[in-house]
């Protein structure tokens, strides 16, 4: 039976609860994804602006913000400075786990990995749902701790005891702080089924002809972050669930000799809070690569369709996605230089922290080749993809700055961290993310996205980015700690007065052009212009399905893949691209075996279902062969 | 052409092959925790302690069970229904015993004043972090024994049969699986005093 008459079978009229709700084809679960982490990036952004008020002008009453806030959080048109630190660290949970892993990674890996390999769906179109909805309802829980009487968690999006571990260290130390905890606990549950699925779809269910060599590097990126997650989310659930135990039972794994304002000396002792943060920082920086590999495969994609050119050193990239991987295992105690750790313990983070240098100046180095003389197409996600080479350069270039404990024990806890981050990881894996969505609107959607609005949407974003972050590493240079309220009583940072209106109102800028992009998302998807089946000329896989955006993805059979994703500007063929499931003429016997033979292969000898590992490994290596 | 060749096959089971991309983040979760006990315990103010005997009769019955499993597993490849219900019938008792077993360890370490919250002593958090590692696990034998009770009542109603083992290979896998995590542990946590 062929298989589209299996699929057709199986298959049974949708309603609208089953296709747009409880949906378990993978499109539209990335959809599902991506318009829940535009929101979460909405709410997140809007939390930003609002601090970026209180340091720009701290001395100002706001109306709006008591209007929105209420009086409690908000009195006078001013922020309270207990619900600074809350919206701060909200800002940073939202941004990091909400929207650039879920938003990003949920996004494209459930739309791209069955497409591009040539896969009707995820291995588990079921667990992919649950996925979605623990996301959901991780989501729904978080924002709900900003409902409570005691306000959200307010110690920073790392949660490191005593604060988190203490329910009455602080207001934010409660109720909001058990409400994140449970959100975090979910999240963990939807990212590891996720993940799951991910890595299990990329290695049981390419099509003919899709050997590993022959991934389009988006598949690669997400298929490694999909491991990072699986290794690392783990661990911070073991870190969480000790923590559990401090908050709820008063174990002591991570409090020791507490004196704690009217309650007096507290009786846990024996604890270690730097151990949480070890357990923390081992998801913690992996969590980094998490963001930021969907954007870099993101971005090498976009950068080969938009040069026409064949991505440089497609070997080099899958090589440098793997070292990054595996790097970010080994380097997470550069978080720590200041917690009094071994000098040597730290000299080993350093090099190691150092080494990632190499294959992250790899990429870079091979974006900038591939774009080197190439027929250019400017669209609106090749600007955001070279948006991301910038951010990627400007931001990795203060990391070698940061991994140098040295350097780190003075800058540690200043704005030049904030400024870091944000560029390397914020912005970089934000740009990949809009670059995504520029490209693959048309896909999403079956419309293009308007251009120009496109143009004004990256400008200003771009302008506003860097003016809002590369001061602060002049700031951080200059000692100016994060984390803090106003600088009002410290004369010597009056100096940084207007620095900071200007990165406020550069904030304020960016976040209307957010809403110039939220006006061309969601009107394009009714009235933009009809985008045809390949409307950017690119080889992958999901170029060849219909239109019609249909369950299953191919009406008849699987395309088989017969080259690589990057065939642009071949000479040998008279298009600048050739497909990857374009046969070359005369060759389909030499790269596949006949049917015949494999039949008869099998038949002798059947197939149990007790695989082993070694066997599995042994099939994924051996050069594909049909 | 190409309609004439076959679709590329799936190498194992997704099923399958999801419960030990399943297996290895539980394995992470375990060295994410043994890892913070050696972390903790290189910090000093450290209280070494034997572990209770009963501990060394859990790893006997969770290794016995791993034997009935594989009983259970070779019954179903060969389409012995009896067999199976035997099989699955001592690994749940087995496993139950498993978890009492643990239970008297803890209240043995109670009694040596050994508690899972030490107020008060500091040192005697490694009593915690003991109790802490064994009760994660047994969370996950806790739910084995919930998944051969469905196997069990499976078996009943003939869903399990030499013609449909992937659901019984599947508990299988994660019995041993969570079978030799405790063997592991107990190494760890026998052998932890002399790191």
Known sequence: MSSSVAHAEHHHKETFLSKYVFSMDHKMISKQFLITGIIMGVIGMAMSIAFRLQLAYPDTSFPILEWFFGSKWAPDGKLDAGYYMALVTMHGTIMVFYVLTAGLSGTFANLLLPLQIGARDMASPFMNMLSYWFFLLSSIVLLSSLFVETGPASGGWTIYPPLSALPKAMPGSGMGMTLWLTAIVLFIVSSLLGGINYISTVLNMRTKGMSMTRLPLTVWALFLTAVLGLLSFPVLLGGGLLLLFDRGFGTSFYLSDIYLGSAGALEHTGGSPILFQHLFWFLGHPEVYIIIMPALGITSEIIAVNSRKPIFGYTAMVISLMGIAFLSFIVWGHHMFITGMNPLLGAVFLVTTLIIAVPSAVKTFNYLATLWRGNIRFTNAMMFAIGLVSFFISGGLTGIFLGNATLDIQLHDTYFVVGHFHIVMGCAAIFGMLAGIYHWFPKMFGRMMNKPLGYIHFWFTFISAYLVFFPMHFMGLAGVPRRYYAFTLLPEYGVWFDVNVVMTLAAILGGIAQIIFLYNFFSSIFIGKRSGTNPWQANTLEWTTPEERIHGNWPGEIPTVYRWAYDYSNPAYEEDFMMQNVPDEGVEEELFETPKTKINKTSKKPKTEAVTLFTLIKNWLKPNTI | ?195
């Open chain 2, 1 to 195: 052409m190409t309609t004439q060749l076959q679709e590329r096959k799936a190498t194992v089971n997704p099923k399958k092959f999801s419960l030990w991309l399943l297996l290895l983040g539980i394995l992470m979760l375990f060295s994410g925790l043994t890892s913070a006990y050696i972390v903790r315990k290189g910090d000093g103010n450290w209280f070494d302690f034997e572990l209770p005997p009963i501990f060394m009769y859990s790893t006997i019955i969770v290794l016995l069970s791993s034997l009935t499993m594989i009983w259970a597993y070779r019954a179903a490849k060969r389409d012995d229904i009896t067999g199976i219900k035997i099989g699955l019938a001592a690994t749940i008792i087995l496993g139950t015993a498993f978890v009492i077993s643990q239970y008297i360890g803890w209240v043995t370490l109670s009694d040596q004043g050994l508690h899972f919250v030490n107020p008060k002593y500091g040192d005697r958090v490694s009593a915690s972090f003991l109790i802490a590692i064994a009760a994660i696990h047994l969370v996950h034998i806790l739910a084995g024994i919930v998944y051969l009770i469905v196997m069990f009542i499976n078996t009943f109603r003939f869903k399990i049969h030499k013609k449909n083992t992937l659901q019984i290979s599947m508990c299988n896998t994660y019995w041993h699986f969570v079978g030799f995590l405790w063997v592991y542990l107990y190494m760890f946590l026998y052998f932890a005093p002399d790191f």
